[in-house]
C-alpha cells in the first residue's frame, strides 16, 4: 500500500464513519462505491473488504452516543443481530457466485430504490 492509497482510505473511512453516523446508514454505501470507484477494485473485493470494516469497531462509538439519547432499541436490535447474520452468511455465499458486473448493477439498483422511495416519501 502506498502513501496515495493510504490517504485515500483515511479520506473514505472518514466520510463513511461521518455518513454512518450522521444518517444512521451502514458505511458500505461511501465504502463500496468509492473502492471501486477511485481505487479500482472489483465489486466483490470493495463488498468482503466493506464487511470486514463493518464487523464491530465502527458501529460501537456511534451506538454509544444513541444511547446516551435513549435512541436504541435493544430489543429489536438483537433480533436483527441474529437475523443479520443468518442473512449476512446466506447473502455472501450467494453473492461470490454471482458475476460482479451483475452483482454492481443489482447495487446500483437497489440504492436507487431506495434514493427514490427517501425523496419521494412525505
Known amino acids: 500500500m502506498g502513501v496515495y492509497e493510504l490517504v485515500i482510505l483515511i479520506i473514505i473511512g472518514l466520510l463513511a464513519g461521518l455518513v454512518g453516523g450522521l444518517f444512521g446508514v451502514g458505511g458500505g454505501i461511501v465504502i463500496i462505491p468509492a473502492l471501486i470507484f477511485v481505487l479500482g477494485l472489483s465489486q466483490h473485493n ?21 444511547h446516551k439519547m435513549g435512541y436504541v432499541n435493544y430489543k429489536f436490535a438483537a433480533v436483527l443481530v441474529v437475523a443479520f447474520v443468518v442473512g449476512s452468511f ?6 461470490i457466485q454471482i458475476s460482479p458486473v451483475y452483482l454492481k448493477k443489482g447495487f446500483g439498483i437497489l440504492m436507487l430504490i431506495a434514493a427514490l422511495k427517501l425523496i419521494l416519501s412525505k
Open 90 to 95: 446466506y447473502g455472501s455465499k450467494l453473492a
Open 46 to 66: 470493495a463488498q468482503g473488504t466493506s464487511l470486514a470494516v463493518l464487523l464491530l469497531p465502527i458501529g460501537f462509538l456511534a451506538v454509544m452516543n444513541y
